[in-house]
């Protein structure tokens, strides 16, 4: 199995287009911090194709270090089908941009995303005017094989809230993360970019696998109210803060098996620069800090 992250950054990317905080002043100038794109990882068995894992606004660049080498016909896309772990827009917006596809984009993901997609955010409608989507819901727990690929993906659910567009709409939604297994090489590798819930099922997942990628958009809960930028905490925006008795950063701390990364990091967060006390203290934990074209075989 191999995976590639595509974008380690959370929405807005980094640095943010109107953000000047500290770590996005520190990208700009390149010195003190690496920029970003925003969320999207590639992944795909010894066996088959590409699959790209959420759709973000920086697709087209993204999905450009995945072209063929040698493309099968002038028009061949580099990845066979999108899977989506929620319907936010830093993890939907990408589908527009495959509308030049010449065959129909194939999207996976759990029936309340679909719902997001047709009500809230009617993407997959828009697309039927351009290349076409063809719909693949996922059972939360239930292994669903990927056609065309040696990989097995298996949803569940994570907490978190439906993307503010669906606010007003009575629709509750949960995010999903994503364990894929690759029934040609072996292989676990377990995927959450936003994890509201941290329970006994959700670290049993992180536990038995090769390597997890996690979560690591915010250092604080009240991260951006203490810059000032808004009053919505980590919890309220669905993600656990890293940091903390109850943090992201001690529960993997504890875990022996898997190699372990961070990913859908937010713009205001200090593990960003290289010489911060916080990434050294992720560092010191066993866990590493992703940036876009960190590449894992398993
Ligand atoms: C999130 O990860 O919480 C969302 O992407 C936030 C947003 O972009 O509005
Ligand atoms: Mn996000
Ligand atoms: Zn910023």
Redesign the pocket.
Known sequence: MQVRILGSA??GGFPQWNCHCEPCEAARTGVRARPRTQSSLAIRGDEGAWFLVNASPDARQQLEALAPQQPDGVRAPPVAGVLLTDA???HTAGLLLLRESATPVRVFGDAGIERALRDGYPILAMLEHYCGAIWHTLEPDRPTPLEGSSLVVEAFAVGGDAP?YMNGSGIELEASGFVFRDRAGGGVVTYVP?LARLDEGVLARFAASDLVLVDG?FWRDDELAALGISARTASD???IALSGPGGTLAALAQLERPRKALIHINNTNPILLEDSAERQAVLRAGVEIAHDGLEFSL
Do not use: N, P, R
Request: zero cysteines; charged letters at 20%.
């Open positions: 959370a929405g936010e827009i830093d503010l936003g958009t925006m669905g993600h």
